[in-house]
């Protein structure tokens, strides 16, 4: 089955580790611009409740403006490519430049992007693709069929970070029908097969031919003007932009600066119109800073701390059980996170499409606990924790718990290791019995298929599992919604009681804004900054 082809080499492996460490930030390297730091001393929907400090949207959009983007850059691997990149800085250049296919809209719903609508036959194997008409790229050819071939295709190469979206099409067969219409043919039925473009490296459409992308030509709001790896991108207008009167700003620059202080200086001093993404202990410090708005999202990326399901003492169910029943998740949230996170409930993706709700929401239970471990002849548990510093709170998550799990009569000892080592499938990645990290998540299937299928090129918690397979494998290839649900429902109930992640909390991005920064979506849940939607952004006079 195409599943079988998911990449196994360590390369393979690494890069798509790096993809999503990325993601979240975390270890993205970047060159901030001295003369900054001298002035300064990441179509369905389901709900989620969350407080946004300010409101960034006013009455009536206004035209012209520039506006500068403080943010934490990628050094000299900026990119792009959307096959190849990495970080949040790379996904806001390419929402600058490109065109999604689907966009992201407010509090866990996708809006039409180049792509219209999704339409499935009868058992999901055989989907039509309806494209956005009167689109046109940057050096004037109109947008067709052929540019969502060959993105497709590109996107299939063994070093695109986005291929595990494209493994299931008949890409050979793939079908112009018009200018406007693709058919794709798959190789399993799918249900939704939009949920595989939402998320980065599956996100941006690239025009036919497409080979160098050092001065990229898009069919986005913006253009290219310049471009400094680590350093500074400036864009320009599209004239031709197909969304109605947009873009709203006459140009936009990107500014790398890497220190979380200098950033929000940069802001205060309006050297800087955003500040992307603000520290958890600035935006605690600054709730009462009129000078700024503050920006908190919807959802964001699951924090996790897994355990090897093969390996002792984790291969005992009941132990995994002690160890989710040991966690004091809002305590976590209030520590690591300076409360901007959000309870989870050991499954990926809540607020997705197909999330199970029912189940009940896991609460620290240290008497239970206690039992478990007992029963499984392991009440003088001891194990180490891994853990490194590539992303905010994760460290202080880890110290947290293992005091938490102290209560229990469960010896932690937190070990920290190199950023440069965690991730290395050479070195430590995927052969840590208990570790921790983050995960954006853009759709269930997209994260299952990712990290909780036997052959999951990032399988951390060695999760092999056949019911669970053939379970995933009947979820994503329902058409009818109901029954979808119920099998996405017994595919979640094996993680929630048998799996090795405890997935203790969503992270919440907070960005800062200037006042004058106006029509960024206030309910973002994938990317933060409001999903990137950078054709609504304006600037008030």
């Not at 219209?116 to 036959?121: A, L, S, Y």
């Not at 200018?179 to 490296?201: C, E, K, M, S, W």
């Not at 459409?205 to 030509?217: C, I, L, M, R």
């Not at 897994?306 to 169910?317: A, C, E, I, L």
Request: with cysteine; hydrophobic share 35%.
């Amino acid at each position: 089955m195409y599943r079988d082809r998911v990449p196994e080499s360590d390369e393979e492996k690494g890069l798509s580790r790096r993809q999503f460490i990325g993601r979240t930030g975390a270890g993205a390297a970047a060159v901030a611009v001295p003369g900054l730091l001298a002035a300064c001393g990441g179509s369905s929907h389901h709900s989620a409740t969350t407080s946004t400090t300010a409101s960034t949207t006013a009455a009536t959009p206004r035209k012209g403006g520039h506006i500068t983007v403080g943010i934490i850059g990628n050094g000299t691997a900026e990119t792009f490519d959307p096959n190849l990149l990495n970080s949040p800085s790379d996904a806001h250049r390419c929402y600058c430049v490109f065109d999604p296919f689907t966009r992201p809209g407010p509090s866990f719903t996708t809006q039409p992007g180049l792509v219209e609508t999704w339409t499935p036959n009868s058992d999901g194997t055989l989907w039509e693709l309806k494209l956005r008409e009167g689109v046109v790229w940057h050096d004037g050819k109109p947008f067709t069929a052929d540019d969502i071939i060959y993105t497709f295709r590109r996107m299939a190469a063994p070093s695109s970070l986005g291929r595990g979206a494209v493994l299931n099409m008949k890409l050979r067969d793939l079908k112009k029908l018009g200018d406007h219409i693709v058919q794709v043919p798959l190789l399993a039925p799918n249900g939704r097969l939009q949920d595989a473009f939402v998320t980065l490296n599956s996100t941006f459409v690239v025009q036919d031919g497409a080979t160098d992308f050092t001065k990229p030509v898009g069919t986005g709001p913006f253009k290219l003007q310049s471009f400094t790896p680590g350093q500074t991108t400036v864009f320009t207008r599209n004239p031709d932009y197909w969304d109605d009167g947009k873009p709203y700003l006459d140009g936009q620059t990107m500014t790398d600066i890497a220190d979380d202080n200098a950033r929000l200086n940069a802001l205060q001093s309006g050297q800087v119109d955003i500040c992307t993404p603000l520290a958890f202990t600035l935006a605690t410090s600054n709730q009462s800073n009129s000078a700024i708005k503050l920006l908190t999202a919807v959802g964001g990326p699951g924090q996790y701390i897994y355990m090897r399901v093969d390996t002792p003492p984790f291969n005992d169910v009941r132990v995994r059980q002690a160890m989710k029943l040991i966690a004091d998740r809002p305590q976590l949230i209030a520590t690591a996170f300076s409360g901007h996170g959000r309870v989870a409930n050991d499954m990926p993706g809540p607020g997705l499409p197909d999330y199970d709700t029912s189940l009940p929401q896991r609460v620290q239970d240290i008497e239970q606990a206690k039992l478990l471990l007992k029963s499984a002849g392991r009440s003088d548990l001891r194990v180490t924790l891994q853990t490194a510093p590539v992303a905010e709170g994760i460290v202080e998550a880890a110290t947290l718990y293992a005091q938490q799990a102290a209560k229990a009569g469960v010896t932690v000892n937190v070990k920290q290791d190199l950023p440069s080592s965690y991730f290395s499938p050479k070195l430590l990645y995927l052969k840590m019995p208990l570790a921790q990290d983050t995960w954006p998540t853009g759709s269930l299937s997209y994260i299952y298929e990712t990290i909780l299928r036997s052959t999951s090129g990032a399988n951390e918690t060695h999760w092999h599992n056949a019911e669970s397979d053939k379970l995933l494998t009947q979820a994503e290839g329902a058409v009818n919604p109901a029954q979808r649900q119920a099998l996405w429902n017994k595919v979640q109930a094996l993680q929630y009681n048998e799996g090795g992640n405890i997935i203790w909390a969503s992270r919440l991005s907070v960005d800062a804004l200037a006042p004058h920064v106006q029509g960024v979506n206030t309910k973002g849940w994938l990317y933060g900054l409001g999903d990137r939607n950078v054709w609504d952004w304006w600037v008030s006079a």
